[in-house]
């Protein structure tokens, strides 16, 4: 059984929400115009061929299946958690909480962690890569991004408007 939202648990939520969005916004706001100045290089076919797989392969493996199939869901239905549950620490870094870098199950954390260790270092080699290579890359990278905001916009509209939401929030233990 559920618990009724309390007006601290909902702003938490929001603030959780609102937190992730902000970030994955901002990393699609700074990426968007290195992806441009890519072609104010001359292009050749492969670039071309290269340009549209990457789009193609980043909406599929980034947006299609990282965002709307695993962190959005998850994400939402932690939201949703923490809108039932909540806790004054959990509220203040909701935007962590909800990304499952804490009070979540082990595998969850290392998860989270590991995946963000991987994104920083993708971002540290992506930075060294020449242009017009590295707007291609960003340029599947925003599609990407833009597939999450989306993604995550529906998710969480769904997981605290909605009576019943079917994603796991993948906390330790239910209250």
């Given at each position: ?40 290089y ?90 017009p ?40 233990d239910?209250?």
């Amino acid at each position: 059984m559920e618990k009724r939202p309390t007006l601290l648990g909902t702003l938490g939520a929001i603030w959780g929400m609102a937190g992730v969005l902000a970030l994955l916004v901002s990393a699609c706001y700074r990426l968007w115009p290195k992806a441009v100045d890519a072609f104010s290089y001359p292009f050749a076919w492969y670039h071309w061929i290269a340009l549209v797989a990457t789009v193609v392969g980043m909406a599929y493996a980034e947006g299609y299946k990282g965002f709307q199939k695993a962190f959005s869901p998850r994400t939402a239905a932690r939201a949703r958690y923490l809108r039932q549950y909540p806790r004054i620490g959990h509220i203040i870094l909701a935007p962590f909480f909800c990304m499952g870098y804490f009070y979540a199950t082990r595998r969850r954390k290392i998860t989270s962690i590991s995946l963000t260790l991987g994104i920083i270092a993708l971002i540290i080699l992506v930075y060294l890569v020449p242009q017009p290579w590295r707007g291609i890359i960003d340029a599947g990278v925003v599609v990407g991004l833009a597939w999450g905001i989306v993604s995550l916009l529906v998710f969480g509209l769904q997981a605290l408007l909605q009576d019943d939401y079917r994603f796991s929030s993948e906390v330790p233990d239910k209250e």
